[in-house]
């Protein structure tokens, strides 16, 4: 197995690499016209998910190419180019220039809108004032010890084995244990891999994924199925019940983490649809010097879904404003039913 995923990797470096060969600008005329163009062309050629986000590239084009001419200033430029890549929707789709930087306001209204995760009561209440931290995961028992809840707030800070062991051995009397994921926004997949290795892997198959091979829309290449890992970090897996909560604020590594988990019989989703972004971002240089990014793959799950918008709970429960006002966090109490009453069914709320 282990040799299986050193091939896959060397695969997507390869797939990576072209991919990024493609959207590296060259020698281009660098005049405002030319530079819209060649950005446009570039989304056109190598963006995974049109289809997805429902967007018709060239109905945008339509829309924003009368608005650029050569006498316009970089700034209305800019502009004008980053509204058009705001028209995907992608949380991963940014462009930079030595005066501003543009990306997706997709994140910024879900969070917004959508929050589904009240820090303070976290802290005040769930954590409390006992809480443990280790390495990044802050943590304590709830329910009166028979519940572990642990906090993981973002994927770009490093878990190391001790963390995870340490946590696991400091509440292996309880009953299961909730991962709270919401609001963390993304990071390292090697984050991913380490979480997932408490668990009962052995090799089984998490997602698929295929990458931009052409310059149609439905271009892609082959599918490349993605592993767990060969075997568990522990000596014995944990197999107790584990809730893991998402919202819109799960972003990038998070989905993916979401994803996974239906390759594990004894974890759960709860809460909200994650934000998505699952499609690695890949990006170059504008023959202006401006970079870019968008994303040139798209990721299949287990269960055949296209989850870019945002994986689905398994059971979707949003924080009730009555509950809040007394402090508590209904999602966190829902997650600790299923785990007390031994993986009973919960119904959506």
């Known amino acids: ?43 056109d050629q190598q963006y995974a998910f049109f289809d997805v986000k429902g967007v018709n590239w060239d109905s945008v084009y339509s829309v924003y190419r009368p608005l650029v001419n050569n006498e316009m200033s970089d700034d209305s430029l800019f502009r004008v180019c980053a509204a058009m890549l705001n028209t995907l929707h992608d949380g991963h789709t940014d462009l930079t220039s030595n005066f501003d930087y543009g990306f997706s306001d997709t994140m910024f209204y879900w969070n917004l809108n959508n929050n589904n995760f009240n820090g303070d009561i976290v802290r005040r209440n769930y954590l409390t004032v006992n809480a443990h931290c280790t390495g990044y995961l802050a943590h304590n028992a709830i329910r009166d010890g028979k519940v572990a809840y642990v906090r993981y707030s973002s994927f770009g800070s490093d878990i190391s084995e001790g963390d995870l062991k340490y946590i696991l051995n400091r509440y292996s009397n309880c009953s299961g244990i909730i991962l709270d994921l919401r609001q963390n926004g993304g990071g390292s997949d090697q984050n991913i891999t380490k979480l997932l ?153």
């Open 197 to 349: 290795s408490i668990l009962d892997c052995h090799g089984q198959p998490l997602y698929n994924v295929q990458h931009k091979a052409g310059p149609g829309h439905n271009d892609f290449t082959s599918p490349v199925t993605m592993y767990a890992p060969a075997k568990s970090m522990l000596e014995k897996p944990y197999t107790k019940p584990m809730a893991v909560l998402i919202d819109r604020g799960s972003f990038s590594a998070t989905s993916y983490f979401a994803i996974c988990t239906q390759a594990f019989d004894n974890v759960r989703l709860f809460g909200d649809y994650t934000g998505g972004g699952t499609g690695m971002p890949n990006g170059g240089l504008l023959p202006n010097g401006w970079s870019y990014r968008f994303s040139c793959s798209r990721t299949i799950a287990l269960d055949g879904g296209n989850y870019e918008n945002g994986v689905p709970p398994e059971v979707r429960v949003l924080l009730d404003p009555a509950a809040v006002a007394q402090g508590i966090d209904n999602i966190i109490e829902t997650a600790a039913d299923w785990i007390e009453n031994g993986n009973a069914t919960i119904a959506a709320q």
């Open 1 to 43: 197995m282990k040799r299986i995923n050193i091939i896959l990797a060397c695969l997507l470096a390869v797939a990576f690499s072209s991919c990024n060969r493609l959207l590296i600008g060259n020698d281009e005329p660098s005049d405002p016209v030319n530079v819209f163009q060649y950005l446009w062309d570039k989304v």
